[in-house]
């Protein structure tokens, strides 16, 4: 990640369609050989943000750098910024050796580099003797592979990415990420990959990009985005956070009467956010710093299981704990618990 | 329990099935038999000989005939199908959905009239003294002999076929998957690589199906080649007419017709073939 020479630059880029704005005035630089996940709910303007950057739909306002050129009025075909379809665009009437190389063919490779090439990629994909196969003759993963040697084929500098997994089944989408994060790996090229899925942003991406309503959310590693959402919309998006309203008065604050401290932070009213994670469930109050709050169902999520509770105000409130914690708690439906977590889990949002 | 067969399907197929055994089958059964009959003082006799046959195959004017209408048709499926696919890729590609219904609605209304009134109107305006060749003469240009020819029998032709190869064309290029083509301009394909290399692969098969129609109408067509193209030459429509109006002889008029019915379902075949042919 060179910030001196990225490989893309958008500067204050706008995208209407009409009255509505798809993208209101983005900034984003990715670096060369980084693997960026854009991320956020339908309708946030992710895909366009990704179309916008192969030229398949031109920016209201604002320019797009790649390698340091505008590419405003460069046309599609003129760049080479392979994308990978979520419904993967494959060409039916071509067999699987072919649409490899239609790439290559349109930049006037001649027949027998052609072959050399896509057989290559084709032995790299696994897809070693499929090369005569017609697309409908292979499986979902078969046929994501083959988008993938036939975006690659060119030897790209980058590759977009939108949504490819979401039509593969749970067991497929964890093995492609593997394939995805080892191809990006030894490559060495930049990935450009649009999701609505955190588990896949957040399981493969260098640097992940929330967008909410067009607009960039939050930029940061997976960790920061996880551990320091910077507002409500990301704390939101990520899910399993605690988002607390209170006053702030010397160093601690308060919310619903309960006093907890908050060190650093300036006086006033301000909402903190508190990972599920974070929070300690206790069957007793602890005395202070504690908010009272009602069992009122769990959830197994994988890692963990999320309790869920209403506090004081009415508000949700989730504590992750493991299947043990859970067996000593026996929460009941109604039940009277205090939540509660050290200073340095909690972290102010500042919109 | 043993489920037992449905007879409610077969009580709405069994009116098709009739009406084609009636109306085609049996048609198709008896003229192939008459192909074999004889004619004597001007009355057909069922009889089984080869007489038919060999005087019609061996005759040049047949075979005259057989090629004329063959290219002609050829010609015409070609030409319908190059004119009809600039407006049927605007309309696929070009317009939004209202406009594209309204064009389809359009392209029907020619045939709310009789083929034979439309055919009869070309007569007036191709007429040597016509409002075409006036128009031509204004600006210093005919006039030209346009009826009783083969550009008569073409402009006939296209009045049948174009508006129905421009629907089936429509058709067949607004169902292509439009990821197909981003896919293939973001792979680098200049819009004309983007043509050929993948719309019309992706439509071959609508594309095809126009072309055969159009193939089909025009190798049968009477009027068009008799009151646009003067019969002359005589394509093999009018020389069934002539044969059977020269002495009864359907027996010879029916291995015309049975030739050409094998002619179409050999085209026909072809057509299906290319269409749905599987790259390997």
Aim: aromatic fraction near 10%; charge should be neutral; glycine fraction near 8%.
């Amino acid at each position: 990640m060179t910030a001196s020479d990225p490989l893309v630059e958008f500067r204050s880029v706008k995208k209407s369609y009409g009255t509505f704005e798809a993208v209101k005035g983005l900034d984003l630089t990715i670096g060369r050989g980084e693997f960026v996940a854009i991320m956020g709910p339908s309708g946030c303007g992710k895909t366009t943000t990704l179309r916008m950057l192969a030229g398949l739909e031109a920016p209201t306002a604002g320019t797009i750098r790649i390698d340091g050129r505008e590419m405003n009025d460069v046309a599609v075909h003129e760049r080479d910024t392979p994308l990978v379809w979520q419904s993967l665009a494959l060409f039916p009437f071509l067999n699987v050796k072919e649409n490899v190389e239609f790439g290559l063919k349109m930049r006037g490779i001649g027949a027998q580099e052609r072959s050399d090439r896509a057989m290559l990629w084709l032995d790299r994909m696994g897809l070693k003797g499929f090369e005569t196969r017609p697309i409908d003759a292979l499986s979902g993963g078969q046929r994501q592979r083959v988008a993938l040697a036939r975006s690659l084929v060119t030897e790209p500098e980058m590759l977009l990415l939108d949504e490819p997994l979401s039509a593969l089944d749970a067991h497929l989408v964890i093995r492609m990420q593997g394939v995805l994060t080892k191809l990006q790996k030894e490559l060495g090229i930049t990935f450009v990959y649009v999701t609505h899925s955190q588990s896949e942003a957040f399981a493969m991406a260098d640097r992940v990009v929330i967008m909410g309503q067009g607009e960039i959310a939050q930029i940061g590693k997976p960790q920061e985005i996880f551990r320091a959402p910077q507002n409500r919309f990301v704390a939101e998006f990520v899910g399993r956070n605690n988002i607390l309203s209170g006053e702030v008065a010397g160093g601690a604050i308060t919310i619903d009467g309960v006093t907890c401290p908050l060190p650093g932070a300036p006086d006033g009213a301000a909402e903190i956010v508190v990972a599920a994670d974070r929070m300690t469930i206790h069957a007793d109050d602890p005395g202070k710093g504690a908010l009272p709050a009602d069992f009122v169902s769990e959830e197994f999520a994988g890692t963990g299981i999320i309790c869920y509770f209403e506090g004081p105000s009415g508000e949700e409130l989730k504590a992750q704990v493991s299947e043990a914690q859970l067996a000593e708690l026996a929460p009941e439906p109604g039940r009277r618990f205090w939540l509660s977590w050290a200073p340095e889990a909690a972290h102010s949002l500042t919109a | 329990m043993a489920k037992r067969p449905s007879v409610y399907p077969y009580v709405w197929r069994l009116p098709l099935l009739i009406w084609q055994g009636l109306f085609f089958i049996g048609p198709l059964c008896l003229m192939v038999a008459m192909s074999f009959w004889l004619v004597r003082n001007y009355r057909m006799e069922p009889d089984f000989v080869f007489k038919n046959w060999d005087r019609m195959l061996s005759r040049g004017f047949f075979w005259d005939a057989y090629w004329v209408t063959f290219l002609r048709a050829t010609l015409a499926a070609t030409l319908a199908s190059l004119l009809a696919f600039p407006a049927s890729f605007a309309l696929a590609f070009r317009t939004s959905e209202t406009v594209r219904r309204w064009a389809i609605f359009f392209l029907i209304v020619p045939f709310f009239t009789s083929y034979l009134v439309r055919i009869y109107a070309w007569q007036v305006l191709l007429a040597g003294n016509g409002p075409l060749n006036a128009i031509l003469g204004l600006v210093g240009l005919g006039p030209f002999t346009m009826l009783s020819t083969g550009f008569g029998a073409m402009v006939g032709y296209m009045t049948l076929v174009l508006p129905l190869v421009v629907i089936l064309q429509t058709f067949s290029l607004a169902a292509i998957d439009r990821n197909l083509i981003e896919a293939a301009r973001n792979l680098g394909a200049n819009p004309r690589a983007t043509l050929f290399q993948v719309i019309i692969p992706a439509a071959k098969v609508g594309l095809i199906i126009g072309f055969i129609f159009a193939f089909i109408l025009t190798f049968g067509e009477f009027v068009s080649p008799f009151y646009l193209g003067g019969s002359n030459p005589p394509t093999l429509s009018i020389l069934i007419v002539d044969t059977t109006k020269s002495g009864q002889q359907w027996p010879r008029a029916a291995v015309v017709a049975v030739i050409m019915i094998v002619t179409l379902f050999l085209a026909a075949f072809a057509a299906v073939a290319a269409a749905y042919r599987r790259r390997s």
